[in-house]
């Protein structure tokens, strides 16, 4: 059975998240819990309660020193509730008989979500979506703690040979900083440090 990554479209023999996207997803799970204690931390100078909080950003009129964006997330808890709205959901499909897990914070909900990943990727048709709004929250935190994802560097096309009429795999390579093994996510063939200057070398003129 030929199957489709539900994040990033390209083919897999069966399941419903590709490798790559699975590796991302599971550690992104593990960053979130991080992610947004660090966001509180960002918020809540050190002895002051919530109630105070709220008090000084009242009181600071528009020209507050506190971030907005980074209150309203805090505030609306965004990123408990979507990592706890998938786990029931996961639960449900898998264990229809259980009853709904009870509220028990962004880290239980993360790590139980992660250990449940093979099965997702396996089994889940939900799991592009579920991938697609984990990758969203990582970077939305990100963006308000201030340490943006790192954005991936197109090295060129996959130059390896294929058995089809065009010749050339042609799937768009790229890396993130410090990453020094790429696998083609078309035809699995592997791209080591060494060959990222080559790869630029041999592409076709409209790409170079
Ligand atoms: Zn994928
Ligand atoms: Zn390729």
């Not at 000084?56 to 609306?76: C, K, M, Q, W, Y």
């Not at 139980?112 to 969203?136: N, Q």
Request: glycine share 6%; proline share 7%.
């Amino acid at each position: 059975m030929n199957a489709e990554c539900g994040l990033c479209e390209s083919p897999i023999p069966a399941g419903y998240l590709c490798e790559r996207d699975a590796v991302a997803l599971s550690a992104r799970l593990a960053q979130l819990p991080d992610l947004d204690s660090e966001l509180s931390m960002h918020l809540v100078p050190a002895r002051s309660g919530f109630g105070e909080m709220v008090a000084t950003l009242s009181a600071a009129g528009p020209r507050s020193p506190i971030n907005e964006a980074v209150f309203d997330e805090l505030h609306d808890n965004r990123a408990a509730a979507v990592a706890h709205s998938w786990r029931v959901d996961v639960q449900r499909e898998r264990w229809p008989q259980h009853t709904p897990p009870p509220a028990s914070g962004l880290a239980a909900d993360c790590r139980w979500l992660g250990m449940e990943l093979d099965w997702i990727a396996a089994e889940y048709p939900a799991a592009g979506e579920l991938a697609r709004e984990v990758r969203e929250l990582e970077a939305q935190l990100r963006s308000l703690v201030g340490d943006p994802v790192p954005r991936r560097q197109r090295l060129g096309l996959c130059v390896a040979s294929t058995d089809d009429e065009d010749g050339v795999c042609g799937a768009v390579i790229s890396r993130l900083p410090g990453e020094t093994r790429l696998v083609c996510r078309w035809c699995r063939c592997v791209y080591e440090a060494k060959d990222f200057l080559m790869l630029g070398h041999f592409q076709p003129k409209e790409n170079a």
